[in-house]
């Protein structure tokens, strides 16, 4: 990694207005960046070069004019996770079966980040349609962990983790519907975030399983992680699911964290979250984690969720039962790909034969089953009472206990490319302790905390009240700043395959 990619986007900031290099010097060395591990990490679908610098230079005239006057994302280059629809930028989900597209129009995040002068220098790799937890599902190839090119870097937003982790970008947005952002951050030792449901827009986010879904950041640090999640947040008009909740100054919550650590703060610990069959290396490096949050001046209180462990069998109802009905808008006639046929139907059957992989036909006929005429109520809607309970757990921890949970992300730091893939049940354990937070509508954010014997990365999760991210910045810049988490000085002790 060269100096330039080694920022912090608070240093790109000082340095772009200092003069001391200019947004297309700066874009370019990531882009270089990209080309130089692309071929190996596999991150990037598309690489938006020519888009990428005509925005630089119309970053560089607007700081020539009033530096000052320029908002905080100026000249910073993101990657997009390639599930976000981007105007004029090829969108495909991963999948054949949107090869090709042109979106006409810009998700909201996305644009967003733009009109705080973000600089989109490509489209990220993931599981088709965010289907996994592995980023193996994809039809263009794995992406592959640069702590370790043999293993997976995590689901389904590995592309953006990867980005950040190897320094193709310093930002990069993902979606995470159960764990897509969380998990990744932890496999591949970045910061990550989901936002609250409703927190940020799903305007142009292609959906998977719509209450479930929610669009988040990715960063090397929490401090730059707060600059990108401000400028996404917020009430959209599109989308009738985002909250007209006011969006604080992230940034206050950054200098608290900074500057009071965590005096006062209760900081729940759920015994379900620490279970027979994790790694033993997660456990201990959580458990030291939550150590420190004491010494930090947090007060540590046990807490209790109860239905923990029906988590995952009522995620993976209600998660393809979404899946099932919003894909079926894929049959070969509006857009996308269309397989030639004697007739309507056949066309139907050999467009979505073909353009779907094997893990979205998987939860496609899951969901349409337990949809279905007599299952309904036996497996959807029980699925939807369980998830009632599971929010009411929340609620009550957080009401008679504590302000904050720290728990892990992952029950295992990164596994072999290939390990799990003959097992759909062992994937989908992957997300043990994530997707509840995604079922309670939560806002939930990793932390590298520390590596397992083999120089892995291990996350710390957070995870708040509704509306709450500012405390779990806070909580996440008090143990950043004391853990000092160097991804780059990890990475040289860690592992000579690092593409660092």
């Known amino acids: 990694m060269n100096e330039l990619t080694s920022l912090s986007v608070a240093e790109m900031r000082r340095g772009l207005l200092s003069k001391q290099f200019s947004c297309a010097e700066l874009v370019d060395a990531h882009l270089m960046r990209i080309e130089e591990t692309n071929e190996v990490l596999n991150s990037f679908i598309t690489i938006a070069s020519d888009s990428a610098r005509k925005a630089a230079a119309q970053a560089d005239e607007a700081i020539l004019r009033d530096a000052d006057a320029t908002p905080p ?45 973000g600089i989109i220098v490509g489209k990220t790799n993931l599981d088709e349609f965010a289907m996994g937890a592995s980023n193996e599902n994809s039809s263009f190839g794995p992406v592959r962990n640069p702590w370790d090119t043999k293993r997976v870097p995590g689901g389904s937003s590995g592309g953006s983790a990867v980005a950040v982790s190897a320094g193709q970008a310093p930002l990069a947005l993902g979606t995470d519907t159960g764990g897509s952002i969380r998990q990744p951050a932890s496999l ?7 936002p609250t449901y409703g927190r940020v827009s799903r305007f142009g986010a292609v959906a998977f399983a719509s209450s479930l879904d929610q669009i988040g950041p990715f960063a090397r640090s929490v401090e730059d992680l707060a600059f990108l999640l401000q400028a996404i947040s917020g009430k959209d008009e599109n989308d009738s699911t985002s909250v007209s909740e006011p969006v604080p100054s992230f940034s206050e919550a950054i200098e608290k964290g900074s500057n009071d650590g965590l005096k006062g703060v209760r900081v729940g610990v759920p015994k379900e979250y620490f279970i027979e069959g994790m790694d033993s290396a997660v456990e201990e490096a959580v458990r030291k984690s939550l150590s420190e949050l004491e010494e930090m001046g947090a007060t540590l209180v046990e807490v209790s969720l109860p239905h923990t462990e029906l988590a995952i069998p009522t995620y993976y109802i209600l998660n393809p039962a979404e899946a099932s009905s919003n894909l079926a808008r894929y049959d070969g006639v509006r857009y996308g790909l269309r397989e030639p046929a004697k007739n309507l139907r056949e066309m139907y059957a050999k467009t979505r ?28 809607l029980k699925a939807q009472q369980i998830r009632t309970l599971i929010i009411n757990d929340f609620k009550a921890a957080f009401a008679n206990d504590c302000d904050v949970i720290a728990a892990p992300v992952s029950p295992s730091t990164a596994f072999a490319i290939g390990e799990k893939t003959d097992s759909p049940l062992q994937m989908y354990l992957a997300d043990v302790f994530t997707c509840p937070i995604n079922l309670a509508g939560l806002p939930g954010m990793s932390v590298p905390c520390g590596q397992d014997s083999n120089g892995l990365p ?41 593409a660092i």
């Open 73 to 117: 994302l100026t000249g910073i280059p993101v990657a997009v996770k390639d599930m976000l629809v981007t105007k004029d930028i090829e969108t495909t989900c991963a999948s054949q079966m949107l090869k090709g597209f042109i979106p006409p129009y810009q998700c909201t995040a996305v644009a967003r980040m733009c009109k705080q002068g």
């Open 188 to 194: 591949t030792g970045v910061v990550g975030m989901k």
């Open 353 to 380: 034969a073909k353009g779907f992989g094997p893990e979205v036909k998987r939860r496609i006929m899951i969901g349409t089953y337990v949809l279905s005429a007599g299952y309904y109520d036996a497996y959807y």
């Open 458 to 498: 291990i996350g710390l999760q957070f995870i708040g009240k509704p509306f709450d991210e500012a405390s779990l910045l806070r909580c996440g810049q008090a143990y950043f700043k004391q853990s000092n988490f160097d991804i780059r000085a990890m990475a040289k002790k860690s592992s000579s395959e690092f």
